[in-house]
């Protein structure tokens, strides 16, 4: 793997001496549990062990096979601390490509600080964010796309989510993005070579082909970056507001969507007064559901504080549900609130479908791309409510195995790459200098090499693994 640093000494130098410590940190959750582990990687992995670990036969842990475990206790001088576990993994075959040893003990909180102490005091430096899958991603285990799947993979918390996490961290991402990166690379070789060797028997440019190939390029950087949104709905969930005039049945849709009686339901308007949060899965989508004031004019200074929030929330929501009563015709407020979020990502619920219908159904359609008929009461059109979320989330046609943008900074590298394909497209229709081309597309190769991480800057790397927990 090739990087590019920014003071490519100092930072090579570094990055050396980082990397020639040996590390340390708890790689489990920060709770009790039944099984705690502290994980020890670098050059001194087996001799660190060494030093706290003890079998009953005298087993060393620098002797041990790697993917071997060995049965003993953990001390901290001649205080024995827990029973244990030790794991060792041979490097380059482990997760940082070093050696690894895995002390596996009680999941005590106390324990675990102890366990880790003791091995802090035989040696070890403390892990930083991520430390463990930097070394990874240094040592040509991972490439930078497939690391920052990891955190995508810890959480996950749907299974589409789950399912982009295990395709980014299966090197999809990465797979889509080369394939790109080739082309264009293909296409900057050949003008370079046309450019450079005039006189050698180099075949000149065909523009038609060279543009079609730069079409197809930016074809597909666009489709990349249209379903970042999408990814990023099923990875991180959607702020979404239930909005609608009182008494049409938000509260009882946010008791039905949470499962348990979160919000108060009674028969008097304005009874939601704040608003109510909760998080919830419909589908494969997490909402984080906010269940406000009904939207109406209201001289009551408190209420109308409450409804001064839910126009907030509804303006800054990824996702709207506008609830309509179905037994009522629509009035003055509901159409205010029809034209109001026109624009903006929103479902229709057109609620107490268990009554005789009177609602306008076709102003309704002519003002959403999705309407669903439910009776919150009832919890009947649950499925419809998921179906039509996806649709207007653009979540319904998402294939998590392709592989995804799911960083910021991934984000900005596919942008940069489609604003130089761009920028060569028009060079080539406005009839420019091939030299002008040239200049664009190694300008689209380089962004996508930085995206990878086969060219990045240590202030990139850095930031990167800055995201991570520590231990991981």
């Known amino acids: 793997m090739f990087l590019f640093w920014k003071g490519c000494e100092v930072g090579m130098l570094e990055i050396e001496k980082k990397r020639g410590e040996t590390i340390a940190a708890i790689s489990t959750a920060q709770a009790p549990g039944g099984i705690g582990i502290v994980r020890i990687s670098g050059p001194q992995a087996r001799q660190v062990a060494d030093r706290v670990f003890r079998s009953p036969k005298g087993k060393k842990v620098a002797d041990a096979a790697g993917y071997t475990a060995l049965y003993g206790w953990v001390f901290a001088g001649e205080e024995?601390?827990?029973?244990?576990?030790?794991?060792?993994?041979?490097?380059?075959?482990?997760?940082?490509?070093?050696?690894?040893?895995?002390?596996?003990?009680?999941?005590?909180?106390?324990?675990?600080?102890?366990?880790?102490?003791?091995?802090?005091?035989?040696?070890?430096?403390p892990a930083g964010p991520g430390e463990f899958t930097k070394r990874a991603f240094l040592n040509g285990k991972l490439g930078l796309t497939e690391a920052e799947a990891v955190m995508q993979v810890i959480s996950a918390q749907g299974t589409q989510a789950a399912r982009a996490a295990r395709a980014g961290k299966e090197g999809a991402l990465e797979k889509r993005i080369v394939h790109i990166r080739e082309r264009l690379?293909?296409?900057?070789?050949?003008l370079a070579a046309w450019a450079d060797y005039p006189d050698d028997d180099v075949p000149q440019v065909d523009e038609p082909s060279l543009l079609s190939a730069l079409q197809i390029c930016r074809g597909e950087l666009e489709k990349l970056?249209?379903?970042?949104?999408?990814?990023?709905?099923?990875?991180?969930?959607?702020?979404?507001?239930?909005?609608?005039?009182?008494?049409?049945?938000?509260?009882?849709?946010?008791?039905?969507?949470?499962?348990?009686?979160?919000?108060?339901?009674?028969?008097?308007?304005?009874?939601?007064?704040?608003?109510?949060?909760?998080?919830?899965?419909?589908?494969?989508?997490?909402?984080?559901?906010?269940?406000?004031?009904g939207i109406r004019q209201t001289n009551d200074p408190v209420e109308s504080i409450g409804v001064d929030m839910a126009r907030s929330r509804m303006q800054s929501a990824q996702l709207v549900l506008a609830v309509f009563d179905a037994s009522e015709p629509l009035i003055q407020e509901?159409?205010?609130?029809?034209e109001s979020l026109q624009g903006v990502p929103a479902v229709a619920v057109v609620n107490k479908t268990d009554l005789e219908p009177k609602v306008d159904m076709e102003a309704l359609r002519r003002a959403f791309s999705q309407v669903v008929s439910i009776s919150a009461r009832n919890g009947e059109g649950l499925e419809?409510?998921?179906?039509?979320?996806?649709?207007?989330?653009?979540?319904?046609?998402?294939?998590?195995a392709e592989g995804m943008l799911y960083t910021e900074r991934q984000r900005d590298d596919?942008?940069?790459?489609?604003?130089?394909?761009?920028?060569?497209?028009?060079?080539?229709e406005a009839g420019m200098t091939l030299d002008a081309v040239t200049v664009s597309v190694e300008g689209a190769v380089s962004a996508l090499l930085e995206l990878t991480g086969e060219r990045a800057t240590e202030a990139v790397?850095?930031?990167?693994?800055?995201?991570?927990?520590?231990?991981?």
């Open 225 to 293: 970056l249209k379903q970042f949104d999408a990814g990023r709905a099923v990875r991180e969930g959607v702020d979404t507001a239930i909005v609608g005039r009182p008494n049409v049945g938000k509260s009882t849709l946010m008791n039905l969507l949470a499962g348990c009686e979160r919000s108060i339901v009674t028969q008097y308007a304005g009874t939601t007064r704040d608003v109510v949060e909760d998080t919830v899965v419909l589908g494969d989508v997490l909402l984080r559901l906010a269940d406000t004031a």
């Open 461 to 472: 790397v850095d930031s990167v693994f800055a995201q991570f927990c520590v231990g991981k």
């Open 414 to 428: 596919a942008r940069q790459a489609l604003d130089c394909t761009e920028e060569a497209v028009a060079a080539i």
């Open 334 to 338: 509901d159409r205010e609130l029809m």
């Open 185 to 190: 690379i293909d296409a900057a070789a050949h």
């Open 384 to 400: 419809a409510l998921e179906e039509a979320c996806a649709q207007v989330l653009e979540t319904a046609s998402l294939n998590p």
């Open 80 to 125: 024995k601390l827990d029973e244990a576990i030790a794991l060792v993994f041979a490097a380059p075959a482990s997760y940082t490509g070093e050696d690894v040893v895995e002390l596996s003990c009680h999941g005590g909180v106390f324990v675990m600080r102890r366990v880790l102490e003791a091995v802090l005091a035989a040696g070890a430096s």
